[in-house]
């Protein structure tokens, strides 16, 4: 394999990563979010 292809390939890995771990970070912070607003709502009831 030339190295460009390589280099292009650990880049595609990369961004699939880091789109990955973005997908992971914003699904656990609204999970959050909505664990504590449904915790303050029966606070409140």
Do not use: G, H, R, W
Request: charged share 15%.
């Amino acid at each position: 394999l030339p190295i460009v292809n390589i280099e292009t390939l650990s880049l595609n890995i990369d961004e699939a990563f880091q789109a990955l771990m973005s997908i992971i970070v914003n699904s656990s912070y609204f999970f959050f979010e909505n664990l504590l607003y449904t915790l303050d709502l029966e606070k409140l009831a």
